[in-house]
């Protein structure tokens, strides 16, 4: 039986001591060896981290895994859940010190992960309820979303009567100071002339 620990940062600017030091701080004497770490987004699925797989392949039965937050696991509700099932199968205890002593792998342990999930998923969905109403009131005010054009009504003309003459898309953009992208846009809006 050993005590592993999971740490996971999202950008290199980010470090795993902080993680490291909580975990131990609690109590748990982890040997260098059974530190398992990742540098990826919480957004990464558990099983496209090589440090989560390097944990995962190297686990036994009744080893605990300790980590200080939920969300080190995983962002949304199925990856977490899934990442508690993989380590359940193996036998492995999972210790969150965020909720304090309750191994995740227990019954009670899975029902608090599934509340918790479930709240973040709602928050998820509250804040992109709130998000499209916002651009919805704000496109009722008659504000458009996006970025500002590059090319405004008078260089457009510019643009199509250089076109409609035969000069090339590169040759238009250079003219005009736009990118040819910009110039094959608006080519296309008008017909492709």
Do not use: H, W
């Not at 949304?76 to 792998?105: M, N, P, R, S, Y």
């Amino acid at each position: 039986m050993a005590n592993l620990i999971y740490c996971r940062v999202s950008t290199s600017e980010q470090t795993v001591a902080n993680q490291i030091k909580e975990i131990t701080d609690a109590g748990y004497e982890v040997e260098d060896e059974f530190i398992f770490s990742d540098e990826v987004s919480g957004a990464t699925p558990f099983l496209q981290r090589a440090g989560f797989q390097r944990l995962l392949a190297q686990c036994r039965r009744r080893d605990t895994l300790i980590v200080n937050k939920l969300d080190r696991l995983g962002r949304d509700q199925l990856d977490v859940q899934q990442a508690i099932q993989a380590l359940q199968e193996k036998g492995v205890g999972i210790i969150v010190l965020q909720l304090g002593k309750t191994d995740l792998a227990s019954s009670a342990g899975r029902m608090i992960v599934s509340v918790l999930a479930a709240v973040a998923q709602m928050e998820r969905d509250l804040i992109r309820e709130r998000t499209l109403a916002g651009l919805a009131r704000a496109r009722q005010e008659g504000r458009k979303g996006g970025r500002p054009k590059v090319v405004g009504s008078d260089r457009g003309g510019l643009i199509l009567d250089l076109l409609r003459g035969g000069e090339s898309v590169r040759r238009v953009a250079r003219q005009v100071g736009c990118s040819p992208t910009t110039v094959m846009k608006i080519k296309k809006d008008n017909g492709n002339i």
